[in-house]
Every structure is written in structure tokens, then in C-alpha cells.
């Protein structure tokens, strides 16, 4: 989790409540964020146009929004992973073995980060890509990377982020979370059954290096009417697990 800042500057905190908003807003003119942010327009323009001049958003006529330095920066933080470079070929086999969406995720800051995914033949296409963020309690990946955190980690990622329910299906109380983390560690995989999206079915592995140190984890996606009975809590629960067991090996060998 971050160190809290000693001396927070509120012009670095404002620039990315901006692009933050730009993001959320899929773009907007000077008024709309304003009036979404409640500050001054004069505000708003002034930020906007110093992160225009410094290339990080584009205007197109009077609407701005978040602009392609920041894939730069993204690809380079990716690039520096090493997790990255030597999971990739093992999620780009799963994903062709398995025929559906094979995902690779890390943790930062308390939230679970994508940070690459490969289609297989059937995949589908869900609304997120590499670099989206989640609530680590609503996935797969994120309760197989929860369950082997220290206690105290787990109690600070939910104190700061709290328990939000996007589904039905949702973890929504403390009490769930821990049962649901326990039964991670018994089975050593987690099972995901809509509790992030509807009609979507997920079963993740941590991945631990030799340290023992949960680092990230990996996971085979797929909607509910393929993802079902064996073929959902065995075949794929066991090849996500054998994925797994050649990352840990290559990462504590590399």
C-alpha cells in the first residue's frame, strides 16, 4: 500500500483528478469537467491547457481528452515487469489450449492491475484492457492473489478501498471475503461465477516466487454456458494451475 504523502502537493493531486475525470468522462470540453469536478472553469482551463502544451492531452475543436504519451509511459512500465516478459508466452498458451481469454494480473496500490491478456479461438471480448484496474474482491485473479497476502495487507486494501458489489454475485461483507480466502488457500485456485460481470465465469492461480511471495496471478475466462460443472472446476482449474507451476519455475530460475 502507498506511504501517505508528508507533504502532499495539491497541484499534482488536482492534475490527476483531471485526467482521472477525462478518463471517466470519455473526454470533455472546459465546462464539463468543471462543473463534474466542481472548481472554477478558469481552473480547469489553466491544467488543461499546461497538460495540452506538455503533450499529454490532445484538443479536438473545445473537447480535450487524455492523450497517447501516456501508452509511452504504460508500455515502459509494463516493459520493466519482469513478471511480464516471462508469463507472457505461458498466458498466450493458455489462452490458445483453452480457447478462451486467458488474463495475467498484478497488484498495486491495493487494486488488482491487468497486465496482459491473450484471446483464444472462442474468447470473448469484455470491456477491459491491459492496464484496467479492478477491485482485487471481485475477481478471480484477485481473491488467488488476496488469499496469500499477510492479514494485515488484506485488512489495509479493504479499510482503504472498502467491499463494493458490481454484481448480484458479489463478495459484498468482510465475513464472505474471508470464507471465500480460505477456501482459495484449501483448493489453491479461485473461482470467479459472475461476481464481476454478469455471464462471466473465471478460474485463477496465484503465482509465487521462491520466496513463497504471491506476485500475481493467472487466469482462463469464458461466458457461463461454456464454463460449467467439469469442464469449469477440474479441466480448467487444472490447466490454470499447470501454468502457473511453469511461471513460478521460470520466474525463480530466470
Known amino acids: 500500500m502507498p506511504t501517505p504523502a508528508r507533504n502532499p502537493l495539491q497541484s499534482v493531486a488536482t492534475t490527476f483528478e483531471i485526467l482521472d475525470a477525462l478518463k471517466t468522462l470519455d473526454g470533455a470540453g472546459v465546462t464539463e469537467l468543471a462543473q463534474h469536478l466542481d472548481v472554477p472553469k478558469s481552473t480547469a482551463h489553466n491544467y488543461l491547457s499546461t497538460l495540452e502544451q506538455e503533450e499529454y492531452v490532445v484538443r479536438e475543436d473545445t473537447e480535450y481528452r487524455v492523450g497517447l504519451r501516456f501508452l509511452e509511459l504504460g508500455a515502459y512500465a509494463r516493459h520493466v515487469e519482469k513478471l511480464f516478459e516471462i508469463a507472457k508466452p505461458e498466458v498466450d498458451r493458455l489462452a490458445d489450449?483453452?480457447?478462451e481469454l486467458a488474463n495475467l494480473l498484478v497488484e498495486e496500490h491495493g487494486r488488482g492491475t491487468y497486465l496482459y491478456r491473450a484471446y483464444g479461438d472462442q474468447a470473448v471480448r469484455v470491456k477491459a484492457h491491459v492496464g484496467t484496474r479492478v477491485p482485487l474482491h471481485t475477481t478471480a485473479l484477485g481473491?488467488?492473489?488476496?488469499?496469500f497476502l499477510p492479514p494485515g495487507e488484506v485488512d489495509e486494501i479493504v479499510d482503504?478501498?472498502?467491499?463494493?458489489?458490481?454484481t448480484d454475485q458479489s463478495i459484498g461483507t468482510r465475513s464472505e471475503l474471508d470464507d471465500a480466502l480460505a477456501e482459495v488457500r484449501e483448493q489453491g485456485v479461485a473461482f470467479d461465477?459472475?461476481?464481476?460481470?454478469d455471464g462471466l465465469r473465471c478460474v485463477a492461480a496465484p503465482i509465487r516466487d521462491d520466496g513463497d511471495e504471491v506476485i500475481g496471478a493467472i487466469s482462463a475466462s469464458g461466458p457461463t454456458n461454456r464454463l460449467r460443472g467439469e469442464r469449469f472446476r477440474e479441466e480448467l482449474a487444472g490447466k490454470v494451475l499447470e501454468v502457473a507451476n511453469v511461471i513460478e519455475l521460470n520466474v525463480t530460475h530466470s
Open 143 to 147: 481473491k488467488a492473489i488476496l488469499a
Open 97 to 99: 489450449e483453452t480457447g
Open 160 to 166: 482503504r478501498h472498502g467491499l463494493d458489489a458490481p
Open 193 to 197: 461465477d459472475e461476481e464481476r460481470i
